[in-house]
């Protein structure tokens, strides 16, 4: 099965099991990060937050966001 086709699967499903299997999967995500990677990434996450707030830097739309990861892995 395609991503895309696992993608039009999952967007099928009810709200509620769209929701477990988003958390399921985000699970799966940091299960993989040991400790110090999750000190890191919450480090960065409040420096970009920083950034995000002061102006610094300006944010992208979720479309846009992912509109960039697929096309940076060729899903375009």
């Known amino acids: ?10 967007m ?5 099991e769209r929701v ?5 999967l985000w699970q799966s995500i940091t299960l993989g990060m040991g400790d110090e990677n999750v000190e890191d ?6 420096r970009r937050d920083q950034e995000l707030s002061s102006g610094t830097v300006v944010g992208r739309s979720h479309d ?3 509109k960039a990861a697929k096309s940076a892995i060729g899903c375009v």
């Open 1 to 10: 099965m395609s991503t895309q086709e696992l993608e039009n699967e999952a």
């Open 12 to 16: 099928a499903l009810p709200l509620v």
């Open 20 to 24: 477990l299997l988003a958390q399921t």
């Open 41 to 46: 990434a919450l480090q960065d996450a409040v």
């Open 64 to 66: 846009a966001v992912m």
